[in-house]
């Protein structure tokens, strides 16, 4: 799961700016964070509420927990095997 040295000039592959390359890296990372996130919620008990009269929950179990990869690492790979798509949003001269 360790993230691997990305040459430069493979990121110029996919586009001519690293800078864009790194937006668009960023971006996929954060769909993968909210993609995650509305699964947990979704696998979550519904209305579950907590006061502050409520019992804490039981922490997780060592056993039970599942390693996922990191998002940057999701994102970079997605990036760099030409998973993601992107386009550029055309300005309106007014």
Do not use: C
């Not at 971006?27 to 993609?35: F, L, T, Y």
């Not at 509420?49 to 599942?66: Q, R, T």
């Not at 994102?75 to 001269?93: L, P």
């Amino acid at each position: 799961m360790a993230l691997k040295p990305i040459s430069i000039r493979d990121m110029e592959d996919k586009t001519m700016d690293v800078y864009e390359a790194v937006v668009v890296m960023t971006k996929r990372s954060k769909q993968i964070i909210h993609e995650r996130l509305v699964e947990k919620a979704l696998n979550s008990e519904v209305g579950e509420e907590l006061s502050a009269l409520d019992p804490v929950p039981e922490e997780i179990d060592p056993e039970d927990f599942v390693e996922v990869e990191k998002v940057t690492t999701v994102a970079i790979d997605d990036f760099m095997s030409g998973k993601v798509k992107w386009h550029y949003i055309n300005q309106i001269e007014q």
